[in-house]
């Protein structure tokens, strides 16, 4: 931490605005690579008071059995947010994570395999484009139960997004990739899935604060995570009797290589000169954002300061996930939680 006097949630080790780097992967197209980013998200470790300090500290995360012996299948759990549920389902016991990445994505996926692998769990990777269809969600499905026998936990959470400032701009091939990799594939999956989950079984997907506020420039985004919603209320509703609960995770804007690869060195040094009030960046950092903005929508994306006022990091978000396939959550299905940092988005 600098010298200055600690505000909001500031935490020793988390990055603040003068502390970010002038270029992570620049121009290397979505999704971005985690591996090649200078300030790395933080996975596995939490804010956590201690005595009198001032600030916060990190702790890493401690499991206790949640997930003993179960089996998790997470779309873009890679890197980001999906990497830290999978490391954070590896602590809670899982005996088998399984993760859908790209196959570009590899660099990633074996550092999160090392992870997962390191808490005891076995990490089971699979490289495939999950907006190849029908086809290709089958063949993941049949490979995790081919190994484990069941599912137990199906996270979808891998996306892309195309920044677009008009809809006079856009085109079938946005539009239509856009909805192949963030919705079709969630539907696809819990098809596969479901015959193999058994009672107690959850499937968590992961929609937006877009979903609820929307966003000018994310038009075709946006409206894949409204989709998500909608989806995970009425899936929840089909498969109630059955007691697999259905719920989604609306992250605030999150801080991943997709956003990083493409931040200007005059929009960081203007996060330098005026770090936000509260401490930090108010965004999730993670691989997906960066790849995917240009200079004046990566301006008025870092200028959305909620309340928290800091970079919120992956396992921020995951402990929402962790949340929703526990026990703790047993009667929650339908529901969206909202990791913020305080937007007061309603659900």
């Given at each position: 931490?600098?010298?200055?006097?600690?505000?909001?949630?500031?935490?020793?080790?988390?990055?603040?605005?003068?502390?970010?780097?002038?270029?992570?992967?620049?121009?290397?197209?979505?999704?971005?690579?985690?591996?090649?980013?200078?300030?790395?998200?933080?996975?596995?470790?939490?804010?956590?008071?201690?005595?009198?300090?001032?600030?916060?500290?990190?702790?890493?995360?401690?499991?206790?059995?949640?997930?003993?012996?179960?089996?998790?299948?997470?779309?873009?759990?890679?890197?980001?947010?999906?990497?830290?549920?999978?490391?954070?389902?590896?602590?809670?016991?899982?005996?088998?994570?399984?993760?859908?990445?790209?196959?570009?994505?590899?660099?990633?996926?074996?550092?999160?395999?090392?992870?997962?692998?390191?808490?005891?769990?076995?990490?089971?990777?699979?490289?495939?484009?999950?907006?190849?269809?029908?086809?290709?969600?089958?063949?993941?499905?049949?490979?995790?139960?081919?190994?484990?026998?069941r599912v137990d936990v199906l996270v979808n959470n891998a996306a892309v997004q195309y920044v677009v400032p008009s809809i006079t701009e856009t085109g079938p091939e946005i539009v239509e990739d856009t909805f192949r990799t963030n919705v079709f594939p969630m539907i696809y999956l819990s098809k596969y899935c479901v015959p193999h989950m058994r009672r107690g079984s959850s499937i968590i997907n992961s929609t937006s604060v877009t979903a609820y506020n929307g966003s000018p420039s994310l038009?075709?985004?946006?409206?894949?995570?409204?989709?998500?919603?909608?989806?995970?209320?009425?899936?929840?509703?089909?498969?109630?009797?059955?007691?697999?609960?259905?719920?989604?995770?609306?992250?605030?804007?999150?801080?991943?290589?997709?956003?990083?690869?493409?931040?200007?060195?005059?929009?960081?040094?203007?996060?330098?000169?005026?770090?936000?009030?509260?401490?930090?960046?108010?965004?999730?950092?993670?691989?997906?954002?960066?790849?995917?903005?240009?200079?004046?929508?990566?301006?008025?994306?870092?200028?959305?300061?909620?309340?928290?006022?800091?970079?919120?990091?992956?396992?921020?978000?995951?402990?929402?996930?962790?949340?929703?396939?526990?026990?703790?959550?047993?009667?929650?299905?339908?529901?969206?939680?909202?990791?913020?940092?305080?937007?007061?988005?309603?659900?």
């Amino acid at each position: 931490m600098s010298g200055k006097e600690a505000q909001g949630m500031a935490t020793k080790g988390m990055a603040e605005g003068p502390e970010i780097k002038d270029k992570s992967q620049v121009d290397q197209g979505q999704p971005g690579l985690q591996k090649d980013m200078k300030d790395q998200p933080v996975s596995e470790q939490l804010p956590t008071q201690h005595g009198d300090e001032e600030v916060l500290t990190l702790e890493s995360y401690r499991g206790v059995g949640k997930f003993k012996g179960k089996v998790a299948l997470i779309t873009g759990g890679d890197s980001g947010i999906g990497r830290s549920v999978a490391v954070l389902m590896a602590k809670e016991g899982a005996k088998g994570v399984a993760i859908v990445y790209l196959p570009a994505e590899q660099p990633d996926a074996e550092d999160a395999q090392k992870l997962i692998e390191a808490e005891g769990s076995e990490a089971l990777l699979l490289p495939m484009d999950l907006s190849e269809g029908d086809a290709v969600c089958k063949k993941i499905v049949d490979k995790v139960v081919e190994k484990y026998g069941r599912v137990d936990v199906l996270v979808n959470n891998a996306a892309v997004q195309y920044v677009v400032p008009s809809i006079t701009e856009t085109g079938p091939e946005i539009v239509e990739d856009t909805f192949r990799t963030n919705v079709f594939p969630m539907i696809y999956l819990s098809k596969y899935c479901v015959p193999h989950m058994r009672r107690g079984s959850s499937i968590i997907n992961s929609t937006s604060v877009t979903a609820y506020n929307g966003s000018p420039s994310l038009l075709e985004y946006s409206c894949t995570k409204g989709a998500i919603v909608s989806f995970t209320r009425s899936l929840a509703l089909q498969l109630a009797d059955k007691g697999i609960r259905v719920n989604a995770v609306a992250s605030g804007p999150i801080w991943t290589p997709l956003q990083q690869a493409t931040l200007p060195e005059d929009v960081l040094e203007g996060l330098k000169r005026s770090p936000p009030p509260l401490g930090r960046i108010g965004q999730i950092w993670t691989p997906l954002n960066p790849a995917s903005r240009d200079q004046e929508n990566l301006e008025s994306w870092i200028g959305r300061t909620p309340p928290l006022g800091r970079i919120g990091q992956p396992v921020e978000s995951a402990t929402s996930y962790v949340f929703l396939a526990s026990q703790e959550a047993a009667f929650m299905t339908a529901q969206v939680l909202h990791p913020d940092g305080g937007k007061c988005t309603a659900s």
